[in-house]
């Protein structure tokens, strides 16, 4: 069996003045599309919305860098793919709240927050709520390996936590 060698072309939105010729190369099975990328932008947007909410737990922390702490945290190269959804593209390149739920939890037991209130005090506050929802019961699918876990210590102990 002979493989043909595909030579795919990118388009750009000016290249389809030829509607007709579109429509044929679709029908014809020549013409697929690739999902985007999220942008720097985007991801700074969407890391932004994450530091905004776990800023609602700032009265209950203990180290006052408790912000910078989040900034190294989402910023690290490592650690950052890891708060945004990558499987489905509907939901590609949104938070994982699941995620950020369980570095709140790591935080907690690392003792940036005050040890008086409860992992799950702290995610009511998080979600303005009196009662758990699901980001916080479906949080054990998405807690961190050893090896993210050092990074997160690592970070700490730069913050003299």
């Known amino acids: 069996m002979e493989v043909k060698k595909q030579h795919l072309q990118p ?22 599309i690739v999902p985007p990328t999220p942008s720097a932008d985007t991801t700074e947007q969407r890391i932004a919305e994450i530091l905004a909410y776990v800023d609602r737990l700032s009265p209950y922390a203990l180290n006052a860098e408790v912000h910078e702490i989040w900034v190294s945290i989402l910023h690290d190269e490592q650690l950052q793919p890891l708060f945004f959804l990558t499987r489905y593209s509907r939901t590609r390149g949104q938070v994982n709240w699941y995620r950020v739920t369980a570095v709140v939890c790591l935080l907690h037991e690392q003792g940036v927050y005050q040890q008086e209130v409860s992992a799950v005090q702290l995610h009511c506050t998080l979600e303005g709520t009196q009662h758990r929802t699901k980001h916080y019961s479906g949080m054990s699918r998405y807690l961190l390996d ?11 102990r730069q913050f003299g936590q």
Do not use: T, Y
Not at 146 to 156: F, S, T, Y
């Open 146 to 156: 050893q090896p993210e876990i050092r990074v997160v210590k690592r970070i700490l």
């Open 11 to 32: 388009v750009l939105p000016e290249d389809f003045k030829d509607m007709e010729g579109l429509q044929r190369a679709a029908h014809e099975g020549r013409l697929f």
